[in-house]
């Protein structure tokens, strides 16, 4: 009976000690398990913030690819076609450009236009315009520019037998004015370009006449011998030989000169 108390007390005291031993050993469990866990979530952080940099890289490779300034940076010379709206009579013409630097650009030009007008005083008149024009362009920002040129512009408006008069509809025929004149024009727009290809539209512009080089008119004053009044005739003629004549000395507006080119 001794011997068995004798081994019971071991055995107890066996637990307690691999207990005690166990207790002591806890902590040391509980401290490595959250070293392993503070390390993978510093990785997880770092993986999140890999993520955010490459995410913002992807940001920025995207803003090249709308990065305008850099593609005029590379660009030495262009040469575009173009068409607009001026004084009212559609005209198409060709432009060269230098490039000086990525926002500014000397331009050269050539337009003209025949075709009737499409408002105003002189609505259905056929009007013929040509015009030879420098330009300097100044970009402010990533497509927005301005231009300022000074140019040679000749304008001729006919009457044609659409314009009638109050008389009985009686056709307005024989009269004609045309002048040569020095201009100087302003405009502004917006302008792309991805690679070689250029795509822009000045919104609206206007030209004012700085010199007059030139003037003449035509008009047939002669008498109907059937016509009622030809004194009333002949003031509807001169009325519309001086709106021709304003028109040809006052400024012309310009209204969505679109222009496509390649760049080199």
Known sequence: MGSKLKALFLGLSWIIAQSALAVTQFPLLSKSTRSKSTEVHTEHEQDQEADEFNFEDDELEND?????????????????????????????????????????????????????????????????????????????????????????????????????????????????????????????????????????????GVYKVIKLLGHRETADFSYDPLAEDNDKLVEEKLNYLSGFRRTLQRESWLFFRLYVGMAF
């Open 64 to 204: 090249d690819d709308f990065n305008y300034e850099k593609e005029r940076s590379r660009t030495k010379w262009s040469v575009m076609a173009n068409v607009a709206i001026l004084s009212g009579t559609k005209i198409n013409g060709l432009t060269v450009a230098k490039y000086l630097d990525k926002n500014r650009l000397l331009e050269g030009s050539a337009v003209t236009g025949h075709q009737k007008s499409f408002w105003g005083l002189i609505q259905s008149a056929n009007q013929a315009i040509t015009m030879l024009e420098g330009r300097l362009r100044q970009f402010y920002g990533n497509t927005f520019n301005g231009s300022i040129g000074l140019g040679w512009k000749s304008h001729k408006i006919t009457s044609n037998p659409n314009l009638k008069t109050d008389i009985d509809y009686v056709p307005i025929e024989g009269i004609s004015a045309s002048a040569s004149a020095i201009v100087g024009g302003l405009s502004i727009g917006n302008q792309v370009q991805d690679g070689r290809l250029i795509l822009g539209c000045d919104w609206i």
